[in-house]
T-cell receptor, first 113, second 114 residues
Framework: NAGVTQTPKFQVLKTGQSMTLQCAQD?????MSWYRQDPGMGLRLIHY???????DQGEVPNGYNVSRSTTEDFPLRLLSAAPSQTSVYFC????????????FGPGTRLTVT | AQSVTQLDSQVPVFEEAPVELRCNYS??????LFWYVQYPNQGLQLLLK??????LVESINGFEAEFNKSQTSFHLRKPSVHISDTAEYFC????????????FGTGTRLTIIP
């Protein structure tokens, strides 16, 4: 079991560029989420999904898109990168249905210049 | 809406001394409470959780937390800390609204002084 994997580990973008952060899990979890972590702000929820084909916005969704075509994958797209999106991004998954523990990936450190 | 407050952003503690990391939450419904730990340059790992039953929960590495409903708190304690406990600790609350959204506190950085 690899758990939750994220690629890339590090990325530098120029303002206005787009990119996709990849997230995959091999635990057959229904629930997947994307968070961003900024100093002094903890983790803030960007988007989440309760199953394949179902996504919803979290606390800070602007500038990000998600889709969930399979149970395993939950990519996060930055449409037009801005310096305010410089952050560490974490993907997490949980089994749902009464299992509340979330499993986190190792994170992607993104810098937008 | 639910929220989590971790009042201490940084806590320095001498090795082998006790520590308490404070967490208070607000929610209008039943909650489940969690402490996650983040070691340097790593993702978050679950440290312990309160779902129901005994209000005192323990982790495998000597931490414990007590759910206090009247004070809406879930403070994390360890009687004797080690260098390896150096990490950032996040308190989180989940309210049973039928989705899997955790709300995190802003984190407490625990630094162990040799």
């Amino acid at each position: 079991n690899a758990g939750v994997t994220q690629t890339p580990k590090f990325q530098v973008l120029k303002t206005g560029q787009s990119m996709t952060l990849q997230c995959a899990q091999d635990m057959n979890h229904e629930y997947m989420s994307w968070y961003r972590q900024d100093p002094g702000m903890g983790l803030r929820l960007i988007h989440y999904s309760v199953g394949a084909g179902i996504t919803d916005q979290g606390e800070v969704p602007n500038g990000y898109n998600v889709s969930r075509s399979t149970t395993e994958d939950f990519p996060l797209r930055l449409l037009s990168a801005a310096p305010s999106q410089t952050s560490v991004y974490f993907c997490a998954s949980s089994a749902g249905q009464g299992s509340y523990e979330q499993y986190f990936g190792p994170g992607t450190r993104l810098t937008v210049t | 809406a639910q929220s989590v407050t971790q009042l201490d952003s940084q806590v320095p503690v001498f090795e082998e001394a006790p520590v308490e990391l404070r967490c208070n939450y607000s929610s209008s419904v039943s909650v489940y409470l969690f402490w996650y730990v983040q070691y340097p340059n790593q993702g978050l790992q679950l440290l312990l959780k309160y779902l129901s039953g005994s209000t005192l929960v323990e982790s495998i590495n000597g931490f414990e937390a007590e759910f206090n409903k009247s004070q809406t708190s879930f403070h994390l304690r360890k009687p004797s800390v080690h260098i390896s406990d150096t990490a950032e600790y996040f308190c989180a609350v989940f309210s049973n609204f039928g989705n899997e959204k955790l709300t995190f506190g802003t984190g407490t950085r625990l630094t162990i002084i040799p």
